[in-house]
């Protein structure tokens, strides 16, 4: 994706505090900002729930096997130990 520079004037507390958060996380100031923003506008929350949904998607059986009967109020069968013959 092609990078777009924005210019912004903020007071030096607003700088102080931005340099020390993207520093405490390891980023740059200018991906501080850009996830603070992405974060705003929900792109980070919505790529996480589609993340989700494909994750579902794919394990549905899975998860179907695993917990449909708990689900449906059955009691599903127990499962022995492999260290008790």
Not at 7 to 25: I, K, P, Q, S, Y
Not at 28 to 55: C, M, P, W
Not at 71 to 79: D, I, L, Q, V, W
């Amino acid at each position: 994706m092609a990078k777009t520079q924005l210019n912004v004037r903020v007071d030096e507390g607003t700088a102080r505090a931005a340099r020390e958060r993207a520093l405490a996380r390891g980023m740059s100031v200018n991906r501080y900002i850009e996830e603070l923003v992405k974060q705003d506008t929900g792109e980070v929350g919505h790529t996480f729930v589609e993340a989700a949904a494909d994750f579902m998607k794919q394990y549905e059986s899975v998860f179907a096997e695993e917990f449909g009967a708990e689900r449906e109020g059955r009691t599903p069968p127990r499962r022995r130990s492999p260290l008790i013959p």
